[in-house]
């Protein structure tokens, strides 16, 4: 059986920038599409990043593009997520998610997915 485990989200003052991992187990980790998700209070879940199994250009969220960074280390099976000149606009649930094979879409199209970890940007 296929886990995500998020963690590294917290607290962060608008301008700071928090670490976000995910620990995959089980499955091969090698072979996923690595996918971050948010959402936040009353709004819909939304599309942040995705890492290919190729390690090509990652795909980010126009709202991120230059603040966040993903990327994955094979030999950990973990994903991350380097956020900074957070804003308070970014405060959601951030999720990770899991695909088999390639992927470069930005739908929910993902197989298996955290629980979720808090990031709050006060301002």
């Known amino acids: 059986q296929v886990q995500l485990v998020e963690s590294g989200g917290g607290l962060a003052q608008a301008g700071g920038s928090l670490r976000l991992s995910c620990a995959v187990s089980?499955?091969?980790?090698?072979?996923?599409?690595m996918g971050w998700f948010r959402q936040a209070p009353g709004k819909e879940r939304e599309f942040v990043s995705a890492l290919t199994p190729t390690y090509s250009t990652p795909l980010y969220k126009d709202s991120v593009k230059g603040r966040f960074t993903t990327s994955r280390d094979n030999a950990k099976n973990t994903v991350y997520l380097q956020m900074s000149s957070l804003k308070p606009e970014d405060t959601a649930v951030y999720y990770c998610?899991?695909?088999?094979?390639?992927?470069?879409?930005?739908?929910?199209?993902?197989?298996?997915w955290g629980q979720g970890t808090q990031v709050t940007v006060s301002s």
């Open positions: 089980g499955g091969t980790f090698s072979h996923y599409t």
């Open positions: 998610a899991a695909k088999g094979g390639l992927y470069r879409g930005s739908g929910p199209n993902y197989d298996y």
